[in-house]
T-cell receptor, first 116, second 113 residues
Framework: GAVVSQHPSRVICKSGTSVKIECRSL??????MFWYRQFPKKSLMLMAT?????????EQGVEKDKFLINHASLTLSTLTVTSAHPEDSSFYIC????????????FGDGTRLSIL | DAKTTQPPSMDCAEGRAANLPCNHS???????VYWYRQIHSQGPQYIIH???NNETNEMASLIITEDRKSSTLILPHATLRDTAVYYC??????????????FGKGTHLIIQP
């Protein structure tokens, strides 16, 4: 089945550090990947849609200069949290879709980011 | 995307069938019903989806009412590993440029030993 790998699974770093999270589709090509954020005891919230070879589309209220997304190949999207602060601490999850838009999205295992 | 309503929590005995309801009374003709689940501290896992016919796979069955205003996810023989938050999501067949998923609060299913 479709497998999405996310790395790293956990990051702890100091305030002001930039953190890069990778999302890979292992056995399929994904022209579109999605980035979500989940705060404790809350549902996932879509942050942005990552499009291979073009600019990402950000949801309202998500700062594009804060959360840099690069989708340079059909199997890799990266999310960089720039100059991270404690309020950026969250569970970041990516997903990718294999094929047509009615096909299900497959999710990575998430990255727990903790900013001290 | 159409709004969905799910009970916040449910209990089910291990080995019994777990039936999780979802109301989506404003669903449009081109919207599919998707079910995902999220086990604590993991990414969501796709379970099943359907348009109007009942569907079954190795994980679960999906029963959609004839008017498509509600559906039920059935886990036929629940195990402790099925304890998770279950999300019912409806979205169009053609999502266009903005087809990320909108997650509600879901149902926290607790399987009791």
């Amino acid at each position: 089945g479709a497998v999405v790998s996310q790395h790293p699974s956990r990051v702890i770093c100091k305030s002001g550090t930039s953190v890069k999270i990778e999302c890979r589709s292992l056995d399929f090509q994904a022209t579109t990947m999605f980035w979500y954020r989940q705060f404790p005891k809350k549902s996932l919230m879509l942050m942005a849609t990552s499009n291979e070879g073009s600019k990402a589309t950000y949801e309202q209220g998500v700062e594009k200069d804060k959360f840099l997304i690069n989708h340079a190949s059909l199997t890799l999207s990266t999310l960089t949290v720039t100059s991270a602060h404690p309020e950026d601490s969250s569970f970041y999850i990516c997903s990718a879709r294999d094929g047509a838009s009615n096909q299900p999205q497959h999710f990575g295992d998430g990255t727990r980011l903790s900013i001290l | 995307d159409a709004k969905t309503t799910q009970p916040p929590s449910m209990d089910c005995a291990e080995g019994r069938a777990a039936n999780l309801p979802c109301n989506h009374s404003t669903i449009s003709g081109n919207e599919y019903v998707y079910w995902y689940r999220q086990i604590h501290s993991q990414g969501p896992q796709y379970i099943i989806h359907g348009l109007k016919n009942n569907e079954t796979n190795e994980m679960a069955s999906l029963i959609i009412t004839e008017d498509r205003k509600s559906s039920t996810l059935i886990l036929p023989h629940a195990t402790l590993r099925d304890t998770a938050v279950y999300y019912c999501i409806v979205r169009p067949f053609l999502g266009g440029g903005a087809d990320g998923l909108t997650f509600g609060k879901g149902t926290h299913l607790i399987i009791q030993p």
